[in-house]
């Protein structure tokens, strides 16, 4: 049993007493706490935190007995409170994790359509290239052929013919856009 008692008169600075309870029980705390966390360092910091509370209450504790209960209840606590921010804070890196895969399979989807999109350009006319590729840089009809020297009419017929062939090239994989 414990060599330990502190007398009832027992003062907040009295660090001799205080000292040797801390010696005697710590192993003890740190293989309870262990049972919890599973981690001897991590044991060791909630009893060190556990004894500084005991240490600001021990002008109030009466006795060896009410000292190791009181340590017991806020180890165990302390372990508890540990082991549920434990599990947010692995539930937040499993949620980071999908983000991420989630973020990786959406670009890898929009690279592959960006692709097929380009391929199917570049088998269009080299003039209804040059449209496609202005229009989609931003261009208006009337832009598009002052840049290529080419009627407004003209620029529309080979934007609609270009965007027929588009179409059908793009039919088969077109659920894709909508990824």
Known sequence: MSQFHPP?????????EFKLFFEEVFPVMVIFASRFVKSKDIAEDICQEAFVVVW??????????????????????????????????????ATIQQINEDCFENNLLEHEVFLMFRIAISKLAPQSQKIINL?????????????????????????????KTLNKKLKEHFYMFFL
Do not use: M, P
């Open 56 to 93: 600001e209450k021990w002008s109030g504790i009466k006795n060896g007995e009410d000292a190791r209960f009181y340590l017991y209840s806020i180890v165990r606590n302390k372990c508890l409170n540990h082991l549920k921010s434990q599990k947010l804070r692995l539930a937040h890196q």
């Open 8 to 16: 009832n008169s027992i003062l907040k600075d009295d660090k001799s």
């Open 135 to 163: 229009s989609l840089k931003g261009y208006g009809n009337n832009e598009i052929s002052k840049e290529l020297y080419i009627s407004v009419n003209t620029i529309k017929t080979l934007k609609q013919r270009a965007y």
